[in-house]
């Protein structure tokens, strides 16, 4: 029953979220990012990164096709993952319940302290040079070798682009969510 019910739950939540972060991606170009960073030092390039994910409201499945997108233009890795850090453990509606139960000043610890974890989990990423694990493709397109698809800005586009990306990530997904929600049953039904 667990599995069942879990499995309809999280698929429903991770197409309509995907969805929706495909038309916000359609807006916001990861290339824009990227031509607006470049530049900038690494401290201020991070700053900005977290600041972007503290401020929107995206759980870790909405910023992950935020973040692919980010590494497809090109921006770099430590900023990318400031910015997947931030962007679910900076919650809005988790500040808001916090100063209202534990006050404003560990609400303000709360959130010095995931801009912090943020902040230090990027620096440590760019450390370890994740390039070397990024996917094929993404080199093809980073490198001019592989043309990403314009986006075509209409309402139908926006909405071609957005059914594109729920059936893409999801096809590279699909088993690792079940493996999990599995697994989570298991123990649901079995562990006391």
Request: with cysteine; glycine share 10%; aromatic share 12%.
């Amino acid at each position: 029953h667990f599995f069942v019910m879990d499995v309809t739950k999280i698929f429903a939540m991770l197409v309509i979220i995907i969805y929706v972060m495909g038309l916000l991606r359609a807006l916001l170009s990861p290339e824009k990012v990227r031509e607006y960073i470049r530049g900038k030092p690494q401290w201020l390039a991070q700053t900005l990164a977290i600041l972007l994910g503290a401020i929107t409201p995206f759980c870790s499945c909405s910023s992950v096709p935020l973040f692919i997108g980010f590494v497809e233009a090109g921006i770099p890795l430590g900023v990318t993952f400031s910015f997947l850090i931030a962007s679910p453990m900076i919650n809005e509606v988790a500040v808001v319940i916090l100063a209202g139960i534990l006050g404003w000043k560990l609400t303000a610890l709360y959130v010095l302290a995931g801009l912090t974890v943020a902040f230090v989990g990027g620096m440590a990423m760019e450390w370890f040079k994740p390039e070397r694990w990024v996917e094929s493709y993404v080199w093809k397109i980073r490198m001019g070798q592989a043309k990403r698809a314009a986006v075509d800005n209409s309402l139908v586009g926006r909405h071609r682009y957005a059914v594109g990306e729920v059936r893409e990530i999801l096809r590279r997904l699909w088993k690792w969510v079940l493996i999990g929600i599995g697994v989570g049953a298991l123990f649901h039904g079995y562990v006391p």
